[in-house]
């Protein structure tokens, strides 16, 4: 892999292995940019910064990153240029890879220490994980999606428009119907994800912390009861929520239920996770989700995704360490960072040292 002008990297050429891969270095030296070099190959974006220029060097226009591999038998080159003022291009053996298409790519799932956002965090982390899951499952559910939000901009708009123009209102029931109708599309495809995802996510928790898994249930804002499982059932359930709501929607100019105020709520031992879980049980949760994300991504793909580890053994004990490196162990290219090898529970195939943006060998 080459970066040129990646963060704090000038110049750099990196040789990976297929199995798993260590990245060390003191704090500030460049192991997260290295992780987020490969994440954006895959992602066509970053995972800590919301604009792609600030992977650019600083006084750089233009960032390039490079990847060389094999994908399903054929050799891939994957190409990422970032301009700054230009966003982010990905290419595929030459080939332009447009957000749509990303099953073009290369494939890796990225664990990071803000990741325990997914079980801490507010509801929005949760309904993202379940979104991206479901377009990768999927990718024409992005549609859906982009429908949803577009109907919830309108209804807003109207709601909006009806405090100072009564016959504003006119227009609301059309803007509830369609987002009724996409909403149900968009808690379809969550609820589909869900299902791809609880088996593994199970399964991976056991693995990880020989416990009792944890449950994952989908939490709607628009029903009190059990959330319906046909399409039509779900629109049904999403209009009459907004019909019943309509006056405090309109006080508040803003809708009040529906798929962008509902919930994954993770359980363990019958208590919810978010506020009674220990931070190294939320650690191996949040690891959990990931893991799973890349089972169901290996079975989509019908190829091991390639797994980044930020900074991930310092927090959990030795146990569920020795676990985890079990489970890397067996499973496809990994590349993983820690402070130092010491603590850590298996050797690298490769080990690099990294220092002020440089990468040296470590025998
Ligand atoms: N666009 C940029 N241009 C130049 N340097 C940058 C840029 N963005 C970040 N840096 C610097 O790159 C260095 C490495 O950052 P990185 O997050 O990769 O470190 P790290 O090794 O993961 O550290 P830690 O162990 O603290 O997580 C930091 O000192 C940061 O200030
Ligand atoms: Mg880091």
Avoid at 1 to 14: A, G, Q
Avoid at 171 to 196: I, P, Y
Avoid at 285 to 309: F, K, T
Wanted: proline fraction near 4%; include cysteine; aromatic fraction near 4%.
């Amino acid at each position: 892999m080459e970066l040129t002008n990646f963060r704090s990297y000038e110049s750099t050429c990196v040789d990976l292995e297929p199995g798993f891969n260590l990245i060390v270095g003191r704090n500030g030296q460049g192991k997260t940019s290295l992780l987020e070099a490969v994440y954006c190959l895959s992602a066509l974006g970053s995972h800590r910064a919301p604009t792609s220029a600030s992977m650019i060097r600083h006084g750089e226009e233009r960032a390039v990153v490079r990847a060389r591999g094999v994908s399903a038998g054929r050799n891939l080159v994957v190409e990422a240029e970032i301009v700054r003022g230009g966003g982010i291009k990905v290419w595929s053996n030459k080939q332009r890879v447009g957000k749509g298409a990303r099953d073009r790519t290369l494939t890796a799932i990225l664990f990071s220490p803000e990741d325990l956002e997914l079980v801490k965090g507010g509801p929005e982390e949760r309904r993202r994980f379940l979104d991206q899951a479901a377009v990768r499952a999927r990718p024409v559910t992005a549609v859906d999606r982009q429908e949803f939000e577009k109907g919830l901009r309108q209804r807003n708009g109207v709601l909006k428009a009806a405090k100072s123009n009564p016959r504003a209102l006119k227009q609301l029931d059309v803007w509830t119907e369609q987002v009724a109708a996409s909403g149900a599309a968009v808690v379809t495809n969550r609820l589909q994800a869900l299902a791809q995802l609880l088996p593994a996510v199970r399964r991976r928790y056991r693995q990880l912390a020989a416990a009792e898994p944890p449950e994952l249930v989908y939490q709607a804002s628009w029903t009190d009861g059990p959330v319906e499982s046909s399409l039509r059932g779900i629109t049904m359930a999403l209009m009459e929520s907004m019909v019943a709501t309509q006056s405090r929607d309109l006080e508040a100019t803003s809708t009040l239920t529906g798929p962008h105020r509902d919930d994954l709520l993770i359980e363990l031992g019958g208590s919810g996770a978010r506020l009674y879980a220990s931070q190294g049980e939320q650690r191996s949760l949040a690891l959990s989700l990931r893991l799973a994300e890349r089972d169901v991504a290996a079975e989509v793909h019908g190829e091991e995704p390639i797994l980044l580890l930020d900074d991930v053994f310092s927090e959990l004990d030795q146990h569920r360490r020795g676990r985890l490196g079990e489970l890397v162990s067996t499973s496809g290219q990994t590349i993983a960072t820690a402070t130092s090898a010491e603590s850590l529970p298996l050797k690298a195939g490769r080990q690099l040292l990294v220092e002020r943006g440089r990468l040296s060998e470590v025998e």
